[in-house]
């Protein structure tokens, strides 16, 4: 197998090119796991599971938290 010597600059720019795709695949992972607890939570109302109030119920349900 033949060796190539590479600069440090060289070393340098293809490490700068990784972090940039590795911050924007953490940012994709962020949106995709929205969107799957989004979905979930789609899915959940769409089948009833969520409970009714008036707005007065949930006012006095949000100062107890």
Do not use: C, P
């Not at 720019?13 to 607890?37: C, G, S």
């Amino acid at each position: 197998m033949e060796q190539k010597q590479v600069s440090l600059n060289d070393v340098y720019k293809v490490l700068l090119d990784l972090k940039a795709k590795m911050n924007k695949m953490d940012q994709y992972i962020e949106d995709l796991e929205f969107a799957r607890r989004t979905e979930e939570v789609y899915q959940r109302h769409e089948a009833g599971e969520f409970k009714q109030k008036s707005s007065k119920e949930f006012l006095k349900e949000l100062k107890q938290w």
